[in-house]
C-alpha cells in the first residue's frame, strides 16, 4: 500500500459502498447532473436478439457518465477545500474539473502523454489544469502522489474511491427508472467504477437484475483479476478504448468479484464494429470505451438472447477532428 493508498483508506469507510449510499448520492447530484435519454434501434435488436436500451452517457455534461461520480465527491468536500487533485486519461479529468468549478475550487489533473487530444482540450475547457505524466499506471499515481503530498489539494481518484463508485451508481438508477422490468445492464470495464455503482444500484431493487461488465481483450485485467483471485500487478494495456487502459481498483474488484454476474471481454475489431453500428442506427457519435458494451452484446449473444438489456453508452470524447482529417 502506497501512501496515496493509505490516504485514501485513512479518509474514506469502504464499509459505507450499499446500495442505500448509491441512493443517497443520487439525491445529493441531482441539480448537478443531466438525465440522460435512453434511445432503442429495432435494426440493432434484430441483430442482439434482445431488447436494447442505450443509456446515452456520451449526452451527460462533459461528455461522459464521469461527472456524476466526481460531481458527488466534489458535493462531499468542506467549502475550504483548497483545491482537487487526480490523474485521468480525459473524461474523469474533465468532468472533476467542471464539478470543482461549480463550487469555486482549483482542479490539477495529471493526465498520460499521448492522451487523446480532445480530450486534453476538454479538461481545460472545463478549467482544469493540465500536468502530464508518463502513460502508464504507475505514472498517474506517482504524479497525483506528488501533488497531494504538498498539502494543496484533495486528492479524487477517478474510480477506486467510496464516493466516486456511490454517484456513478446514479446512472443505472436512472437506467431503472427509466425502462421497466429490465433482466440485464451491461457497462464498461475500466477502472471499475461504473460497474461496482451499477451493480450498488441493482441491489436497491428487489427484482434480481444481472450486472455484467465488458473490457478488451487487450485491458483485460479485471478478468484475469478475477481468475487469479487476486488484483493482477502487470498490466500493459492495448487498445483502441483509451478511456478502459487503467488498472481496475481495489475498492471496485471487491465489489465485482460479490455483485457482478460475468465480465465479458472483447476484440478491437469487435468495438470498432459497435461504434460503427451505433453512429449509423442510433445517430450518435460514442467513442471506443463507450461502445465497449455493444460490443460485448454483440460478440457473445446467447448471453442476452431475449432479454431486457440496458446497455450503457459511457462517453463520446472523441478526436472528430482526427475523423475529418483529408476530408477538406
Not at 501512501?3 to 459505507?16: A, F, K, Q, W
Not at 435512453?38 to 434482445?50: I, K, R
Not at 481468475?227 to 465485482?256: F, Q, Y
Request: aromatic letters at 4%.
Amino acid at each position: 500500500m502506497n501512501e496515496l493508498d493509505t490516504y485514501y483508506r485513512g479518509m474514506y469507510d469502504d464499509s459505507r459502498l450499499t446500495p442505500e449510499a448509491a441512493l443517497e448520492a443520487r439525491e445529493r447530484i441531482r441539480a448537478m447532473i443531466r438525465v440522460t435519454p435512453v434511445m432503442t434501434s429495432d435494426v440493432l435488436d434484430d441483430l442482439a436478439g434482445a431488447s436494447l436500451f442505450f443509456k446515452c452517457e456520451h449526452l451527460q455534461e462533459t461528455g461522459s457518465f464521469k461527472l456524476r461520480g466526481a460531481s458527488h465527491a466534489v458535493s462531499r468536500l468542506p467549502d475550504d477545500c483548497p483545491g482537487v487533485a487526480t490523474h485521468s486519461s480525459g473524461n474523469h479529468g474533465a468532468a472533476l474539473a467542471r464539478a470543482a468549478a461549480l463550487r469555486g475550487f482549483p482542479a490539477e489533473i495529471v493526465v498520460p502523454e499521448g492522451a487523446v487530444p480532445a480530450k486534453v482540450d476538454n479538461i481545460r475547457r472545463n478549467g482544469g489544469r493540465v500536468r502530464f505524466c508518463p502513460p502508464t499506471q504507475q505514472g498517474r499515481e506517482d504524479a497525483l502522489a506528488e501533488l497531494a503530498a504538498q498539502g494543496l489539494f484533495s486528492p479524487v481518484p477517478p474510480y477506486d474511491d467510496e464516493r466516486i463508485i456511490a454517484g456513478q451508481a446514479s446512472c443505472a438508477l436512472e437506467l431503472m427508472e427509466q425502462v421497466a422490468d429490465l433482466d440485464t445492464i451491461v457497462v464498461p470495464v475500466g477502472g471499475g467504477g461504473l460497474v461496482a455503482g451499477t451493480a450498488l444500484a441493482a441491489r436497491s431493487t428487489e427484482r434480481p437484475i444481472e450486472v455484467v461488465g465488458v473490457e478488451p481483450a487487450g485491458a483485460d485485467d479485471t478478468a484475469r483479476s478475477l481468475a487469479a483471485g487476486s488484483r493482477v500487478a502487470d498490466h500493459r494495456p492495448e487498445t483502441i478504448a483509451d478511456g478502459l487502459r487503467a488498472l481496475v481498483g481495489e475498492r471496485n474488484l471487491d465489489i465485482i468479484r460479490r455483485d457482478v454476474d460475468r465480465v465479458l471481454t472483447v476484440e478491437e475489431a469487435a468495438i470498432v464494429e459497435a461504434m460503427r453500428r451505433i453512429w449509423i442506427e442510433l445517430k450518435q457519435l460514442a467513442e471506443p470505451s463507450g461502445a465497449v458494451a455493444l460490443a460485448g452484446v454483440l460478440a457473445y449473444p446467447e448471453c442476452f438472447r431475449s432479454r431486457r438489456v440496458g446497455v450503457v453508452i459511457s462517453g463520446g470524447n472523441i478526436d472528430v477532428d482526427a475523423l475529418l482529417a483529408g476530408l477538406a
